[in-house]
């Protein structure tokens, strides 16, 4: 990886005049501002249909795109639908949240009418498209057509003939179905097409793509529905254990996700064929990949089903690099960062240092006056992708204002004043001292080159209400910004150098 920079910056905060960001103008816009200012990655998260709390690490498939991305302008230009249809949804919307329940219940009806009026079945390229992932797509339709005619529930709430995929019933459901999952397999061709062309366009202009990974799946979705073989459940699809982080110094409680867990024994038996399948999908989306928790394939927390908190769980052995290399022996070489952050041992750390994958540093943990941080710029090599925060922080904005005195001290000391100069001012000597180390990738959240406060932070992790729903204002990334941003990518060396000058 070349020495660089980039941004932070998840598709449904790009603004839009119709509630959540999405494949449009602005998200063009969005890709001609990083490269105008010497930006060479965007990060844009998991973008998967999201469900209960909003949040894209909980999706309904793994492999599936999130509906709401997809550009209503673009529907219009296609036909499918009226300015005034769209109008209609836009009145109701806020520029600086995404209010999910206004949009879960009026974006779709507006998609169902552009499906409609399509007449999609008589299209090639869609027809194509729904042949060449019929491995995932047939699946997820059909979960999700259930799931509506079943009011929204989960599968494990469904009669036990659906809820265990008899034959006979997955027949039946399809066929009294067959409108709604043509539906659903509408919406994936749409943003599979709209975000592939928008991909080209950020790599012409010089922009790579980083996205994540979840490394679990939730237990509400067309992945589990599918594959129970794969995860650790009993005879009735309940979890038998799920995924969490251990109480820390940031939750006495720990981390309760409640993802169901992987039998890893099966993954192994078949050559880890569906984690094979779900890393070459991810690689079509985007062009390098952060792993989520990456220490789980050392380790991973795994808590009995039903607890309230993840106090009583235990650590229990994961599968090292064995999905890595099966992937690698199906798919050649990938671009990977790991997702490293937290407690680790000496094996998840011999782990990461045997991948070769750079990890992660965060600025915001690197001035703890109560020890020495290894998150401390000196301290890093090369091989490893620095942040001042990630989305699930404080904008660093407001985490200068949360600071524990004795923490600023050594933050101020660290960056060369005695003197608290202001949270602004602060903000942007911390972005320098992220793309002045000598980590080889530095990624800025757009929140913190923008100095907002924590109206704009993206998730407060174990929390549900007020995550995922910051909207930058339209015209926020302005020519000034631009300029300063360029200025300070090119003082801290990480513009690519024309050919001419290499």
Known sequence: MKRACGVLMPVASLPSEYG?????EAAYEFVDRLAEAGQSYWQVLPMGPTGYGDSPYQSFSTFAGNPYFISLRALIKKGYLTADECAEIASGTNDQIIKYDFIYDRRFKLL????????IETDQGFADFVRDNEEWLSDYALYMAIKDDHDGKSYLEWEEDIKTRKPDQMVAYRNKLINDVTFYQFLQYEFYTQWGE????????GIRIIGDIPIYVALDSADTWAHPELFKLD????????????????????QLWGNPLYDW???REDGFEWWVSRIKKIYELFDVVRIDHFRGFDEYYSIPYGERTARNGEWLPGPGLDVFRAAKRN??????IAEDLGFLTDSVIEMRENSGFPGMKILQFAFDSREESDYLPYKYDRNCVVYTGTHDNSTTYAWIGEMSAPDKKKMLEYVGTSVFTGRKKLTWKLIGLALASVADLCIIPMQDYLCLDNLARINTPSTLGFNWQWRMKKNAFSEK??????????????????????
Do not use: W
Request: with cysteine; net charge negative; glycine share 6%.
């Open 331 to 336: 798919l050649g070489d990938f671009d990977v």
């Open 235 to 254: 005879e009735d699809r309940n979890p038998i254990a799920v995924a969490g982080c251990p109480p820390d110094a940031f939750s006495e409680d720990g």
């Open 112 to 119: 169902r009418k552009a499906f409609e009026k399509s007449a």
């Open 20 to 24: 959540i960001g999405c494949f449009d």
């Open 198 to 205: 928008l991909k080209e366009y950020a790599n012409q202009k």
């Open 265 to 267: 024994d099966a993954h």
């Open 481 to 502: 910004l631009t300029k300063r941003m360029l200025e300070v990518a090119k003082l801290y060396g990480r513009i690519p150098l024309p050919e001419s000058e290499k």
